[in-house]
């Protein structure tokens, strides 16, 4: 019987892949790829998103039948992950939204909205703030924090510069042992992978772990840079919540 659930709540391009390999590298551990993308898309006029008619045509688009099969499904293993996008929480009820979040425990990731700009325009050009749902995670940690089932806010960087004590860290607060095989995972695709791994997949693909935190010189495009103000707001609200390992 799944004893616990946990829940990324995650912003595009922040190693939520690698993060949900880690885990997937479990023995006690089942994953879930972002199991609302097909309700996101169906519900909502994003015709740029690569893949779009695959990944309607084999997932379940209900979102009413997919967050009762994220809560009440026996998974077969005493945990259970699911990697989500916190931008396709876009439109749910409240009471759909207060019936996911009350039984996971739930980690929101994030990242420097400047890093995560530059690499979700390489896919995707001309990406707005709601592609991005840092304004969604902002709300969303102080509606955690509401429902008592914040397990932890997490910087990307902190967990690139330091896995191992991260990783403890976040099991702890999930309520869970920390577990070596985290720290690594074999090259390649995964049978957990969503059918749109192909379009956003290739890096963490070639990767077996964490890769160490190299600050990038690269700029953002100029047309983003008021994107990039707007989510830097947001992200400063979050900042305060994230935990400090050292």
């Not at 990406?127 to 997490?154: F, M």
Request: glycine share 2%.
């Amino acid at each position: 019987m799944t004893k616990i659930r946990i829940n990324l709540c995650a912003s595009p391009r922040n190693i939520s892949t690698a993060l949900m390999y880690s885990f997937g590298n479990r023995t006690d551990m089942s994953i879930v790829d972002e199991p609302l993308y097909a309700y996101y898309l169906k519900n909502f006029d994003i015709d740029y998103h690569p893949g779009k008619n695959e990944i309607l045509a084999t997932m379940n688009n209900n979102a009413e039948v997919v967050i009762d099969e994220m809560v009440n499904k026996d998974f077969g293993t005493d945990y259970v992950f699911f990697k989500n996008m916190t931008h396709h929480y876009k439109g749910l009820t409240e009471n759909q939204l207060e019936k996911m979040l009350s039984n996971t425990k739930n980690i929101v990731l994030v990242r420097n909205p400047y890093e995560m700009i530059r690499s979700f325009s390489k896919v995707i050009k001309n990406p707005t703030i709601d592609d991005l749902g840092i304004n969604k995670q902002a709300k969303l940690v102080k509606y955690l924090h509401k429902l008592k089932t914040l397990a932890c806010v997490i910087d990307s960087t902190t967990i690139l510069k330091n896995p191992r004590k991260a990783l403890r860290k976040i099991c702890e607060c999930c309520d869970i042992p920390f577990d070596k095989n985290m720290l690594n995972w074999k090259a390649g695709a995964k049978k957990e992978d969503g059918v749109w791994a192909k379009y956003w997949y290739k890096n963490v693909h070639q990767s077996t772990a964490f890769k160490p935190y190299i600050k990038s010189e690269e700029k953002i495009p100029p047309h983003l840079t008021k994107l990039y103000k707007e989510c830097e707001k947001f992200y400063n609200e979050i900042k305060p919540y994230c935990l400090d390992i050292n």
